[in-house]
């Protein structure tokens, strides 16, 4: 009995054991809920706080502020969220997405409370010249409804003053200046010093003019590249003068008069760059920003709380505008900014398999009833770009319109994904073209020479070896790369062909990777309309049979936002330690912007290397920034 006791006692105790830790682990997971919930409380409340996104009712003689922070970009480097925006508050004030200040412009222009815009530049980065035309459009159809635009900054740059030019009265503070030096300049080459390592590298490619690799190979720019390059900028600086000059009232011609005359229009001036540019004709008034504010109280209303102008912000006025409707009919938009890879690709990246997922999921949504896919990309990945180019040719099997819209570049691989569309729209400064493909395979047997390292083995082929970096590149090897570039060569010429209607042969004229602006691609046949995002929209729509106010709707991949900060948060702190004991020499920020350009350079040629693939082929156009 005393047995059956303890037994019956022992039963109960675990019973009561497990019960107690059940409960236990209940009570936890009820309180880590709880401090979920309030962590969740607090966050939202800090978002609401910080974010500006409270609805704000405007009164009238209200001034848009457009404060510009960062560079024009198609899509923002971090996803659209005011909790991201707190965790990186700095890459927020990095970049305006394009988009945003269209809407903002384009709800403005309607908005009977705003009676002006202050156009305030001094920390606006600018962006390409097609961007930048689309922006200056926007101010002109706000001008158009009787508001006047100011621009005011402490210094223009050539792309801040592009836009500012625009404006009704152009401002600057009386200590600043305005210097404009036109587009283009020096790149370099490092095949010199890449000899002198033992280094070389073999490039295959179709056409002269496709000059991607030239950096690496020769010392100096090729004929070819400086006759494409002078053809494409002279085009692109003569569109920019002329649009100055018929902002600002200028004679044909003033810009480079002005420029071929210096230093003597400086030294007239008494060396100061502000009377300069006033006496040329270049801004309307030099005025300090006290007297600047003081004109706003006095054509506005004041704000006495502030001691300023009544004003509404660039951020706080989009929040104002509220979400986009998603239900219902709709034209869908995908951007395509970046270089195209292989897989999957973050933000300001074109992803082969992600960027096919958004079209696919364009084309699989019901309510999607055509697609604009918005290009901005100088190209990449040969396979990546294909996918792309399926995926929209799919969409157009269903039924579905496609329309382009390129951006400030769609070239090269830009280009490939650009031909499964049944309209193509350019700006007139748009860099497009460059239809050429190129393969890079660096060889370091001179190097392993001068270093004493010798190589030796058995493989079963001659092909096992022929793609070792580290020995001469086999004759076999390199005819094998030139038959695999000629094949995707003539793929690319094949869909642009059927796309454009035209002879391969008349396509192959106007290709061998030469890059032109959106004007000359039009002149050729690329292209078929020269306008902005706003037409190739109303274009789609019409394709569709659409209404003209059917909504458009932007597709983008739901990625976890909280993902995404946990890895900016851990990418932060793992930053904050190397910058903690990294000597000042090595730390990017305090490199010079020539040593950044050098280094630029490296990352450029090490994106040309698989790791997994002996060689690289790619439709990639060296396009630079413009301005």
Not at 431 to 457: A, D, R
């Amino acid at each position: 009995m005393q047995v059956q006791a303890e037994q019956g006692s022992g039963w109960i105790s675990r019973f009561l054991g497990g019960l107690g830790r059940w409960l236990t682990a209940i009570r936890r997971w009820a309180l880590n809920l709880i401090t979920l919930a309030i962590l969740i409380g607090v966050v939202l409340a800090l978002v609401k706080l910080f974010s500006g996104s409270e609805t704000q009712t405007l009164q009238e003689k209200t001034a848009l502020v457009l404060n510009l922070q960062g560079r024009l970009v198609e899509e923002k480097s971090t996803p659209d969220s005011s909790l991201l925006s707190l965790a990186s508050e700095s890459e927020l004030s990095s970049e305006i997405q394009l988009r945003d200040l269209l809407a903002v412009l384009q709800a403005a222009e309607k908005d009977s409370n705003i009676t002006r815009i202050l156009l305030k530049l001094d920390s606006f980065e600018g962006g390409g010249i097609a961007s930048l035309r689309e922006a200056r459009a926007a101010l002109k159809r706000f001008q158009a409804s009787g508001k006047p635009v100011i621009a005011w900054s402490s210094n223009y740059s050539q792309a801040q003053y592009f836009l500012a030019s625009q404006a009704d009265e152009v401002l600057l503070d009386p200590a600043g200046g305005l210097m404009l030096d036109g587009l283009g300049g020096d790149n370099s080459y490092f095949a010199e010093a890449l000899d002198k390592l033992g280094i070389k590298v073999h490039v295959v490619r179709t056409g002269p003019y496709k000059n991607m690799a030239e950096q690496f190979t020769d010392k100096a720019p090729s004929s070819a590249t400086l006759e494409a390059s002078a053809y494409l900028l002279d085009d692109l600086w003569g569109l920019m003068t002329q649009e100055i000059e018929e902002a600002r009232h200028l004679p044909k011609g003033k810009i480079m008069q002005l420029i071929n005359a210096l230093p003597a229009p400086l030294e007239a001036a008494g060396g100061d760059l502000a009377k300069m540019a006033l006496d040329q004709g270049l801004v309307t008034g030099l005025k300090e920003i006290q007297q600047l504010r003081n004109e706003f109280i006095a054509a506005g209303a004041e704000d006495k709380e502030n001691h300023t102008f009544r004003q509404i912000g660039f951020e706080s006025y989009l929040a104002s505008l509220g979400a986009v409707d998603s239900s219902g009919d709709a034209v869908g938009i995908i951007v395509a900014e970046g270089e195209i890879i292989d897989g999957k690709a973050p933000r300001q990246t074109i992803g082969g398999e992600s960027t096919a997922a958004l079209v696919r999921k364009a084309r699989l949504d019901s309510t999607v009833k055509a697609i604009v896919l918005r290009v901005n990309s100088p190209g990449g990945a040969v396979f990546g770009s294909e996918l792309i180019r399926r995926e929209l040719a799919a969409a157009r099997e269903v039924g579905k319109p496609v329309v382009v819209s390129m951006g400030d570049v769609a070239a090269s691989g830009g280009y490939w994904i650009s031909t499964a569309s049944d309209k193509i729209y350019a700006d007139a400064a748009t860099i497009t073209g460059s239809i050429g493909v190129i393969t890079l395979f660096p060889s370091f047997e001179g190097l392993m020479e001068k270093l004493g390292v010798n190589q030796g083995g058995y493989a079963t082929t001659w092909l096992k070896k022929a793609g070792d970096p580290l020995q001469a590149l086999d004759a076999r090897f390199e005819k094998l790369l030139d038959t695999n570039i000629q094949y995707t060569y003539q793929n690319f010429l094949s869909h642009v062909s059927k796309a454009r209607n035209m002879p391969v042969e008349k396509v192959n004229e106007v290709a061998q990777g030469r890059v032109w602006t959106g004007q000359q691609a039009l002149d050729r046949g690329l292209v078929d309309s020269l306008g902005n995002l706003q037409m190739a929209v109303a274009e789609a729509r019409q394709l569709a049979k659409l209404a003209e106010t059917t909504p458009v709707r932007y597709i983008e991949s739901e990625e976890s936002q909280y993902n995404w900060l946990l890895e900016k948060l851990m990418g932060a702190q793992l930053k904050s330690i190397l910058g903690a004991y990294a000597p000042e020499w090595l730390k990017l920020s305090a490199l010079a912007p020539d040593v950044k350009a050098l280094e630029k350079d490296a990352s450029q040629l090490q994106r040309l290397l698989s790791k997994d693939k002996p060689f690289s082929t790619v439709v990639h156009c060296f396009c630079k920034e413009i301005p």
